[in-house]
């Protein structure tokens, strides 16, 4: 006979704002909550499946051989390993198969491996991770991740369902807890999943998501994104059940508690004089007192601030205050938002027809009469036109700062123009081919020489017909001097190889 340890565990609820999930229930046991219900899930066991002891259910995985009757997978990608489960990496608690999400591994918090920094555990559930997050690379499925869904049909709306499943983890290497995500119609809710190596003993967790239904039809989906630490384990899915609420073991605790719960998440890491929006994922409250202390505006009584903006470098407590009709909560994040240190001063300064801007930006715009120019993404442009230019310049954090210089007359000397002969060098800088204008000197007598800042001669392909056009491509990019004479005179100019 089956024992319902519910007397003997430790459980814990977590309750929501939204009408439409109540709460959520998790019990440290293997065993079954409610037994003799009508499952609303087909398959929920994973045992119907032409996969065998170890088959690929994924069909974007390149290893995609069968399938699992009922439900779909989706996501993930050409290198997701997802697989029917036998009692091998963990103990299987219904029947003989379970799902094993496999998906290698994936960032929780940051682009930074290993960052479980941002994770915030409230009794059954897990909030606060900043917005694409938990992500993996495209060829495990991204932010999407890799997920098995099935719809239900036939449910009465406005009546509560119970959602039961089993959750455990894989393997010896992996003792510490993963992260999931279980979705019953209303969006992604993350939810932590442990160790259970096969033969070991240790209990999963039995999970149960009371929801009120809202439509005819709900598709339950359940998400992996992968490892979220080297030690973490990814999800191992068995005994899906979905059933009225009035089968509910009366054992059960009722969904009561709704104490309300202060959580937030915003881009935390701007740049200097500009602003970032907060998304409030507060549960089980009606009203809302911010704090941003160094920001414009420094308080708010909205549920999603918005345009919230900082001047100064430095690092920005936040908080937040959460409250219903009988209690409140509060959230206090230290150093929780980071502006940027100011980018270094930028100025533009024209020399001949080039304009220089300071370099050891990351990137650089230059535009024309406040129009980008296509491809003018240097520390220097050749000014074709006169008139107002300037440079955004973009620093390391993604900063930027800006540059203008208006009334530019282009061409002036004496960067590509020898006054003496009027010889003229274009484009400049170059990058493969230069041109020549030869001017008042003798074209058919023409003789060309470059050289480098060091006075040594540079061997290049001159061809001596009209236009004249010399071949640079092969020259290292730098600065260099051509002499051309024609036998008479001798002019000297200078020129930028790209």
């Given at each position: 006979?089956k024992?319902?340890?519910?007397t003997?565990?430790t459980?814990a609820?977590f309750s929501?704002?939204?009408a439409?999930?109540?709460?959520?229930?998790?019990?440290?046991?293997?065993?079954?909550?409610?037994?003799?219900?009508?499952?609303?899930?087909q398959?929920?066991?994973?045992?119907i499946?032409?996969?065998?002891?170890?088959?690929y259910?994924?069909?974007?995985?390149?290893?995609?051989?069968?399938?699992?009757t009922?439900?779909?997978?989706?996501?993930g990608?050409?290198?997701?390993?997802?697989?029917n489960?036998?009692?091998?990496?963990?103990?299987i608690?219904?029947?003989?198969?379970?799902?094993?999400?496999?998906?290698?591994?994936?960032?929780?918090?940051?682009?930074?491996?290993e960052?479980?920094?941002?994770?915030?555990?409230t009794a059954?559930a897990?909030?606060?991770?900043?917005?694409?997050?938990?992500?993996n690379?495209?060829?495990?499925g991204?932010?999407?991740?890799i997920?098995l869904?099935?719809?239900?049909n036939?449910?009465?709306?406005?009546?509560?369902?119970v959602?039961?499943?089993w959750?455990?983890?894989?393997?010896s290497f992996?003792?510490?807890?993963?992260?999931?995500?279980?979705?019953?119609?209303f969006?992604?809710?993350?939810?932590?999943?442990?160790?259970t190596?096969?033969?070991?003993?240790?209990p999963?967790t039995?999970?149960?998501?009371?929801?009120?239904?809202?439509?005819t039809?709900?598709?339950?989906?359940f998400?992996?994104?992968g490892?979220?630490?080297?030690?973490?384990t990814?999800?191992?899915?068995?005994?899906?059940?979905l059933?009225?609420?009035?089968e509910?073991?009366?054992?059960?605790?009722?969904?009561?508690?709704?104490?309300?719960?202060?959580?937030?998440?915003?881009p935390?890491?701007?740049c200097p004089?500009t602003c970032?929006?907060f998304?409030?994922?507060s549960?089980?409250c009606t009203s809302?007192?911010?704090?941003?202390?160094?920001?414009t505006?420094?308080?708010?009584?909205?549920?999603?601030?918005?345009?919230?903006c900082?001047t100064?470098?430095?690092?920005?407590a936040?908080?937040?205050?959460?409250?219903?009709?009988t209690t409140?909560?509060?959230?206090?994040?230290?150093?929780?938002?980071?502006?940027?240190?100011?980018?270094p001063?930028?100025?533009i300064?024209?020399?001949?027809?080039?304009l220089?801007s300071?370099?050891?930006?990351v990137?650089?715009?230059w535009f024309?009469?406040s129009?980008?120019?296509t491809?003018?993404t240097?520390?220097?442009?050749?000014?074709?036109?006169s008139?107002?230019?300037?440079?955004?310049?973009t620093d390391?954090?993604?900063?930027?700062?800006e540059a203008?210089?208006n009334?530019?007359i282009?061409a002036?000397?004496?960067?590509?123009?020898?006054?003496?002969?009027?010889?003229?060098?274009?484009?400049?800088?170059?990058k493969?081919e230069?041109?020549?204008?030869?001017?008042?000197?003798?074209?058919?007598?023409?003789?060309l020489?470059?050289?480098?800042?060091?006075?040594?001669?540079m061997?290049v392909?001159?061809?001596?017909?009209?236009p004249?056009?010399?071949?640079?491509?092969?020259?290292?990019?730098?600065?260099?001097?051509?002499?051309?004479?024609?036998?008479?005179?001798?002019?000297h100019?200078?020129f930028?190889?790209?």
């Amino acid at each position: 006979m089956k024992k319902i340890l519910l007397t003997l565990i430790t459980s814990a609820a977590f309750s929501f704002c939204q009408a439409q999930v109540i709460c959520i229930l998790c019990f440290d046991q293997n065993d079954s909550i409610s037994d003799n219900v009508t499952n609303l899930i087909q398959n929920g066991g994973f045992e119907i499946n032409n996969c065998g002891a170890m088959g690929y259910f994924c069909p974007n995985s390149q290893n995609y051989t069968c399938d699992l009757t009922g439900w779909t997978c989706t996501g993930g990608g050409p290198y997701t390993y997802a697989h029917n489960l036998q009692n091998s990496l963990s103990d299987i608690v219904e029947g003989l198969n379970g799902a094993y999400m496999g998906n290698y591994y994936a960032n929780a918090c940051s682009t930074a491996p290993e960052d479980t920094s941002c994770l915030h555990d409230t009794a059954c559930a897990t909030f606060n991770l900043p917005p694409g997050y938990p992500t993996n690379t495209v060829d495990y499925g991204g932010n999407t991740g890799i997920s098995l869904s099935q719809t239900v049909n036939g449910l009465t709306i406005g009546a509560t369902y119970v959602l039961e499943f089993w959750a455990g983890g894989e393997g010896s290497f992996w003792p510490d807890r993963g992260l999931f995500g279980v979705d019953v119609g209303f969006g992604d809710t993350l939810l932590r999943n442990k160790q259970t190596s096969f033969g070991s003993g240790v209990p999963g967790t039995r999970f149960l998501v009371e929801f009120v239904a809202v439509a005819t039809s709900h598709t339950i989906k359940f998400t992996n994104w992968g490892h979220i630490c080297s030690s973490c384990t990814e999800l191992v899915l068995d005994d899906v059940k979905l059933y009225t609420l009035a089968e509910l073991n009366p054992s059960v605790p009722p969904c009561l508690g709704l104490n309300p719960i202060a959580l937030f998440s915003a881009p935390n890491h701007i740049c200097p004089g500009t602003c970032t929006n907060f998304t409030n994922t507060s549960v089980n409250c009606t009203s809302f007192i911010w704090s941003f202390p160094g920001g414009t505006p420094s308080v708010s009584t909205d549920v999603n601030p918005t345009g919230i903006c900082y001047t100064s470098p430095g690092t920005y407590a936040v908080s937040l205050i959460g409250s219903n009709l009988t209690t409140s909560d509060t959230l206090t994040l230290n150093n929780y938002l980071t502006v940027y240190p100011y980018p270094p001063p930028q100025g533009i300064l024209q020399n001949g027809d080039t304009l220089f801007s300071n370099q050891g930006a990351v990137s650089y715009q230059w535009f024309y009469n406040s129009v980008p120019i296509t491809g003018a993404t240097d520390y220097y442009y050749v000014a074709m036109q006169s008139g107002n230019y300037n440079v955004v310049a973009t620093d390391n954090n993604g900063c930027e700062v800006e540059a203008v210089l208006n009334d530019v007359i282009a061409a002036v000397s004496p960067l590509s123009w020898d006054e003496k002969s009027g010889v003229r060098l274009y484009p400049n800088p170059v990058k493969d081919e230069l041109f020549i204008d030869a001017g008042k000197m003798h074209t058919e007598k023409l003789l060309l020489s470059v050289f480098n800042l060091l006075g040594e001669e540079m061997h290049v392909a001159f061809v001596n017909e009209s236009p004249l056009r010399m071949d640079v491509k092969n020259l290292p990019s730098g600065t260099y001097w051509i002499e051309a004479t024609d036998g008479v005179q001798t002019s000297h100019s200078r020129f930028f190889k790209q």
